[in-house]
C-alpha cells in the first residue's frame, strides 16, 4: 500500500475520484480513503495546510495503515528565478525554512535528529519525475498557458509562513542557496517518514514564481490544474 497525502481537498480530489475507494475511515478530523488505484492498493488524505497539520496527519497514516511508501503532491510557490508557472519540482530533499533554535543547535538543523535537509527517496522520486516529464497538458491547463511544463529536482522549503512579496523570496534564497521551491507541509511529513524508516517522495507544481508577476489566476490554476496533474504524478508513483 501507499500513501497518498496532499494538504487541500482540490489537490487530491481529482485521484480520490478516479481511485476505487473501498472504505473511508476518520482519524483526528482527516478522512482517509482505502482503496485501489489502477490496481495498486492505496489510502488518500488530506492533511490540512500547514507542518503540524501534515505531520499529525502522516503519523496517523503511518501508524494506522503501515504503507510501504508516501507520496505527497500539490502546489509550491517558485523561487529559483528560472522556475515558471506549471513547472514540477521532485524534492531531492526538504528543509524546514523556518526552524531557528539558536544557539543550542545550527539554523535549520533539528534539534535531536542531528540533520537539516531530509532526503527523499531516490527511486520514487525518480518515478514521479519520469511521470511529470511525460505530462501532456490537457485543454484546461493549456488554457492557462501551460504548454510545455519543465520538471526539476532539488531542495523544496518548508514553513508557516506564506510568501507573498519578491522581498520574501529574495531573503529565502540568500539562507538557502540552491533552494527551488517554498511550501508548507512537505518537510514535516519527511521528518515523519525519516523517524519511521518510511520512503516517502514529494513533488510540487509551480503555481506561483519569486517575482509574483504571473498572469495566471490562483483559484483557478487550483480549480483546473491540480486535477490533471495530480493524476498524472500518482499514476506515475504507482507505475512499476
Known amino acids: 500500500m501507499i500513501g497518498i497525502v496532499s494538504a487541500m481537498p482540490e489537490e487530491l480530489a481529482a485521484v480520490v475520484e478516479a481511485m476505487h475507494a473501498d472504505e473511508v475511515v476518520e482519524y483526528g478530523g482527516r478522512r482517509y480513503y482505502r482503496g485501489h488505484y489502477g490496481g495498486e492498493p ?7 495546510i500547514g507542518k503540524v497539520a501534515a505531520a499529525t496527519t502522516a503519523t496517523i497514516l503511518l501508524e494506522r495503515f503501515s504503507p ?24 531531492d530533499r526538504l528543509i524546514q525554512h523556518d526552524l531557528d533554535a539558536r544557539p543550542l543547535f545550527p539554523r535549520h538543523e533539528i534539534p535531536l535528529l542531528g540533520i537539516a535537509e531530509l532526503p527523499a527517496d531516490p527511486a520514487l522520486s525518480t518515478k514521479l519525475a519520469a511521470a511529470a516529464s511525460r505530462f501532456a497538458p490537457p485543454a484546461e491547463v493549456v488554457a492557462l498557458g ?8 532539488g531542495l523544496v522549503a518548508s514553513g508557516d509562513q506564506f510568501f507573498g512579496s519578491v522581498e ?42 519569486a517575482n509574483h508577476a504571473a498572469a495566471v489566476d490562483f483559484a483557478r490554476f487550483l480549480r483546473d490544474a491540480c486535477g490533471p496533474y495530480a493524476r498524472a504524478l500518482v499514476e506515475g508513483a504507482l507505475g512499476s
Request: charged content about 20%; glycine content about 8%.
Open 42 to 48: 492505496v489510502v488518500c488524505v488530506v492533511s490540512r
Open 68 to 91: 510501504r511508501a508516501l507520496v505527497m503532491t500539490g502546489l509550491a510557490g517558485g523561487v529559483d528565478e528560472r522556475l515558471a508557472i506549471g513547472d514540477v519540482v521532485i524534492a
Open 146 to 153: 501551460i504548454t510545455a511544463p519543465r520538471v526539476w529536482r
Open 168 to 209: 520574501a523570496s529574495n531573503a529565502l534564497r540568500e539562507a538557502l542557496p540552491g533552494v527551488l521551491a517554498v511550501e508548507m507541509e512537505g518537510a514535516a511529513v519527511a521528518q515523519v517518514c525519516y523517524e519511521h524508516g518510511v520512503p516517502f517522495a514529494i513533488a510540487r507544481v509551480i503555481s506561483d514564481t
